[in-house]
């Protein structure tokens, strides 16, 4: 399906450094190791709820990784996937008698829309799971003929022992991994299955739910293996990143990771495994289920500039959990205008030490917080001197350093 339109990224003077990130498999920062071209897949939005600013803040970091991929010298290839087929969607569509299509349809659109506002750069490749069902199908059935997967009822699952590499990827101890599988969609306590950790990998049809009529029956995919092939088909094993938010760790990229893992015989899925921190909001984690969404349409409905919440949102380092609290916005709004000012005046500090010092804090696993630190010192000094003095292409460039490597307009 179509992404959202890209913005320009201005090309800095120089080369980037090259970009480490915390991979939670390795649990320490590593560097990525892209080659000409860096492969990155993100696991999408179900789309069943506008986006809040949880979605935003993740979408964001994976925006960093291009941007500073780029700026190192790589081009980037970039999937993204549509959970557009799940049990989450078809509940809430059945609660309001909505068609479970037009509502994912209109809230694909509203998130294509909050990204364009934010100007976070999209996928290459955006895939609905619904357009990939055909080859996600083909994978399952692949599975079950080398033994796999196995048949319970009408529906088919993933043994984890098939996959040998189970856990390397969240590190989490069973206990955890089981409280976690309960509480993330997962069915630890069917009967019948021959570990408790088993996931789904097609949905038997049953009364009411949408369904494919395929070689392994009517039924529809599980959450998984659309990930695992989609990425898969696109960019091959071993690609450099897969990203998501920290709650994505277990069971959804475990599993993923472990059904390619037993698709091609062959380990990683990918170089790092890369996790944004919640957002939340009076002391409890954003969420649909808790009802605390802080919704980017509605802010921009209110008249904010969606690069103050840019700002808001990058203040804070990627992989912590934080607050969104009522202070965070109107002091995003007083620096992108301080920002603003400095960029407009006819003259201002060169800008060569600060273009080294933003590429240096963002390479170590985006250091945001940092990087805007040093843009402040800088709109400090050329707001402090007389406005003759200084360098008069000093505004401009750095405008566009700030526009490249953190996304943000002036
Ligand atoms: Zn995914």
Redesign the pocket.
Known sequence: MDAWPACAVPDLPGRGEPLRLFDTAAQAVRATAPGGTATL?V??ITPYDATHLGHAGTYLAFDLVQRMWRDAGHEVHYVQ?V?DVDDPLLDRAARTGENWMSLAEREIQLFRDDMTALRVLPPDEYVGVVEAVPEITESIERLLEEGNAYRLDDDVYFPVSAAPGFGTESNYDRDTMLALFGERGGDPDRPGKQDSLDSLLWRGRRPGEPYWDTGIGAGRPG??I??SVIALNRLGMDFDVQG?GSD?IFP??EH?AAHAEALTGTTPFAGHYVHAGMIGLDGEKMSKSRGNLVLVSKLRAAGVDPMAVRLALLDGHYRADREWTGGRLPAAEARLHRWRAAAALPAAPTSDKLLAEVRRSLADDLDTPSALAAIDRWAAGALDAPATEGDPAAPGAVAKLVDGLLGVAL
């Open positions: 897949y696991c999408g996937n959970t959450w998984h659309e990930c998501g994505l959804h990229h993923s």
